[in-house]
């Protein structure tokens, strides 16, 4: 066990007793509260009275019916002894699940900023040198043999710029082989991305371009077919890198000496940077997602535990740490953090260097942020199912790791996360303004959201302006967080569902690739009916809190939800030009 995995353990120890200290200190938490509301069901005089309604036997106002006043009295009576408490055990529910979460986003950020404020960098842990050998240009043997993977699907506009960038790559020629695995079903494109291997062959690169039969498992098994060619079983490191990202020249020149220099790194994991963060509102808070995962969570568990999730592209691995931890598995639709978690069982350490930036595109539309989203968060949670028992089991990672690995990457980031999100917030928080009897906590509805938003927002001070909006759309994102992390989990349909992000390349001018013809939508491919439907929801729900507010005035809150759901469903993602 390593100082930094102590360290980490009493870090996370000390947030948690601090949000317990908090909460009681300041009288937030009453557990004198009862937990659940009314007295026992009466569910005999309830049916009673629903015969009595269709036979006539009941009592009735003097025009023979029922009157009103009965039924608000049975709504009221019911509301109060069955909906009433199933919701309570909910909430509370949720509550246990906030200070979960809470105490770990506290944990990653304290982690975060003391390595900022110290300015803590890899190399303070793990030795750090450039190569001593022959200059690149010429050759040499100090350097080892690299094989650079780019995986790749009907790829028409952005295959020049990763091909091109990879083969610039600063590294003595005769000691790199440029990958490209195509799995295109496009015949026009495959011979665009042939044509062009063959162009960089010309001009003296090693390049191979590799196609397979099927698409089976999908990256996953394009991957495990590269590493098959002869060639690639010389390479002692493997770059991957996907079809829109492109590294610096010095990429290698940066990340190898980690690998040279010690033998226990099986990951080294660059930065994403993107082309396009600021060509909409949509892309500028996908940007602040993506910035808190690398700035926080993956920087969180470099300095600590030397275990994150490999990111599926921009990193580079050691090849010898691929064949131990089992190879590419296509079991789930997250191969990356797959083989991530069983090369960390075998004992391998990650870096993550965040100084090393990759540029590469955001997703350009709702819809395929959506289905990026729900393929991470779904691949998330049903790994979680998988490797649960081989991380209790394994026997070269300590009882402190093996807690951080089970605790707070999976059940509190894959699970806790998606599902609190979307049921407290955008379903009870709703449902509670027509159900006075519930009790929902002041600390876990107002004082949890505001420190979340305070440890999200710290990191981000150049971003201040846009974060009611990232708040609204992370408040849509949840559903379809939850409803792929249950799918996930349970093995629901649509669990191992495989879209590929469709790119633009919009941001770099290259007259000779071809456009893709624009054609006719559908209304379903013009409407999200799942925004829509739940906007209605919220807005039903909100105005009832304003004609009768009651005890609650969240109708301005639900307002602005429902209204955010309204322009996701419609698909409008900030692309005016006020938006820019």
């Not at 690995?405 to 999976?410: E, G």
Request: with cysteine.
């Amino acid at each position: 066990m390593e100082a930094a995995e102590i360290g980490g353990a009493l870090l996370f120890a000390l947030a948690a007793a601090a949000a317990l200290f908090a909460a009681v200190s300041t009288g937030a938490i009453d557990f004198s509260r009862p937990l659940a509301v009314g007295g026992r069901v009466d569910f005999q005089e309830a049916i009673s009275w629903f015969i009595g309604v269709f036979d006539g036997s009941s009592s009735s106002s003097a025009a023979g019916g029922v009157s009103l006043a009965e039924v608000y009295e049975l709504w009221v009576r019911v509301r109060g002894r069955v909906i009433a408490p199933a919701l309570q055990v909910a909430v509370w529910a949720c509550m246990v699940m906030s200070v979960m979460l809470v105490v770990e986003a506290l944990y990653n950020c304290v982690v975060s900023l003391g390595v900022k404020a110290v300015g803590w960098r890899p190399e303070w842990r793990f030795k750090w040198e450039p190569l001593a050998g022959d200059d690149e240009e010429k050759g040499g043997a100090h350097y080892p043999v690299v094989l650079v993977q780019i995986p790749m699907y009907n790829e028409l506009e952005v295959y020049k710029l990763s091909i091109g960038a990879a083969c610039e790559l600063q590294w003595p020629k005769d000691r790199i082989i440029v990958q490209v695995l195509d799995d295109s079903t496009d015949p026009f494109i495959k011979n665009l991305v042939e044509l062009e291997c063959e162009s960089w062959s010309v001009k003296g690169l090693n390049i191979k371009y590799a196609t397979r039969s099927s698409r089976k498992g999908f990256k996953a098994g394009a991957l495990k077919k590269g590493m098959e060619y002869d060639y690639a079983k010389q390479c002692e490191y493997v770059a991957i890198f996907d079809a829109d990202f492109q590294p610096e020249p010095d990429f290698l020149l940066r990340t190898v000496p980690f690998f040279v220099h010690n033998p226990e790194v099986a990951l080294v994991q660059a930065r994403w940077s993107f082309v396009n963060d600021n060509a909409s509102l949509l892309t500028r808070v996908q940007k602040m997602f993506f910035d808190y995962h690398f700035k926080v969570e993956q920087e969180a568990g470099s300095a600590t535990f030397s275990f994150f999730s490999f990111n599926g592209t921009a990193g580079v691995w050691r090849a010898a740490a691929i064949k131990e931890a089992g190879g590419w598995k296509d079991r789930t639709t997250v191969e990356d953090m797959d083989l991530a978690v069983r090369a960390t069982l075998k004992g391998w350490k990650f870096v993550y260097v965040g100084d090393i930036r990759v540029k590469s595109e955001l997703p350009s539309t709702y819809k395929a942020y959506c289905r990026q989203q729900f393929r991470w968060s779904c691949g998330g949670a049903h790994l979680f199912r998988k490797v649960a028992k081989d991380i209790l089991t394994a026997k070269d990672v300590s009882l402190i790791k093996k807690f951080h690995m089970l605790y707070s990457f999976f059940l509190v980031r894959r699970v806790v996360a998606p599902t609190l999100a979307c049921i407290l917030y955008n379903i009870i928080l709703p449902i509670s303004v027509m159900i006075p009897e519930l009790f929902l906590p002041i600390w876990g509805i107002a004082y949890i959201p505001t420190v979340l938003l305070v440890v999200t927002a710290i990191r981000h001070p150049k971003n201040l302006h846009i974060l009611p909006f990232w708040i609204l759309f992370e408040s849509v994102m949840t559903m379809h967080r939850m409803r792929a992390a249950l799918s996930g989990l349970f093995e629901l349909s649509e669990f191992n569902e495989w879209v590929v992000t469709k790119k633009t390349g919009n941001n770099f001018e290259d007259n000779e690739v071809p456009l893709l013809q624009k054609t006719r939508k559908r209304l379903r491919d013009r409407v999200n009916f799942r925004e829509i439907v739940f906007s209605a929801f919220l807005f039903f729900c909100a105005s009832y809190n304003l004609v009768f507010p009651g005890k609650t005035r969240y109708y301005f809150n639900l307002y602005l939800q429902g209204l955010a759901f309204v322009c996701l469903g419609l698909n409008f993602t900030g692309t005016c030009s006020c938006c820019q």
